[in-house]
């Protein structure tokens, strides 16, 4: 069964700064897609970013950028510039196919001014 | 609609009593999802349909939950005899048909068993 794991209950980071969120992840699967979500206190789902496994390249969005390690089953999310409005529970997900996106436990974002 | 829509936002029961929750998934999107968020924040997997048929509902508590997704309305959970540990954030998720879609999410329902 594959599970995804996110090890750091808690980051913070300095407005205007960068900060990387960990994920990793366990699969047989080739072909899979990974997607970091952003929930912040409104609880609203917020799809951030989107990997498909077959490409080498890392996705980038904005701000946003995964750090993609296929072997080493790695999935991690950097925020460059941050700020204020980027403190929220960050989601890393799994799917494969059209099945169910498997989530890990979460990652609670806190930005200083 | 742009979005998926979840009514009712917030539903208190007492326990015993039946809950009924709904999800509009965005317009030509092929696959719902219902999740489960406790205050632990995780997110277990209810069920998953294609269209109206059920897909996925290996994480479907068969006993006192069920859903539907029928044509031309929106999609339900239900939840007979609601206990206390039925109390938590259900999320309704949509996805196109193709693969690795993006799954894009209501604002959720709260639902308190009191």
């Known amino acids: 069964a594959q599970t995804v794991t996110q090890s750091q209950p808690e980051m913070s980071v300095q407005e205007a700064e960068t900060v990387t969120l960990s994920c990793t992840y366990d699969?047989?699967?080739?072909?899979?897609?990974l997607f970091w979500y952003k929930q912040p206190p409104s609880r609203q789902m917020i799809l951030v970013i989107r990997q498909e496994a077959y490409k080498q390249q890392n996705a980038t969005e904005n701000r946003f950028s995964v750090n993609f390690q296929k072997a080493a089953k790695s999935f991690s999310l950097k925020i460059s510039d941050s700020q204020l409005g980027d403190a929220a529970m960050y989601f890393c997900a799994y799917r494969r196919g059209t099945d169910k996106l498997i989530f890990g436990t979460g990652t609670r974002l806190q930005v200083f001014p | 609609g742009e979005e998926v829509a979840q009514t009712p936002k917030h539903l208190v029961r007492g326990e015993g009593q039946k809950a009924k929750l709904y999800c509009a998934p965005i317009?030509?999107?092929?696959?719902v999802f219902w999740y489960q968020q406790v205050l632990k924040n995780e997110f277990k997997f209810l069920i998953s349909?294609?269209?109206?048929?059920?897909?996925?509902e290996t994480g479907m508590p068969k006993e006192r939950f069920s859903a539907k997704c029928l044509p031309n309305s929106p999609c339900s959970l239900e939840i007979q005899a609601t206990k206390l540990e039925d109390s938590a954030v259900y999320f309704c998720?949509?996805?196109?048909?193709?693969?690795?879609?993006?799954?894009?999410f209501g604002q959720g329902t709260r639902l308190t068993v009191v």
């Open positions: 317009k030509g999107h092929s696959y």
């Open positions: 699969t047989s699967e080739s072909d899979y897609y």
């Open positions: 998720a949509s996805s196109q048909s193709f693969r690795g879609s993006g799954a894009f």
């Open positions: 349909f294609q269209n109206e048929n059920v897909f996925d």
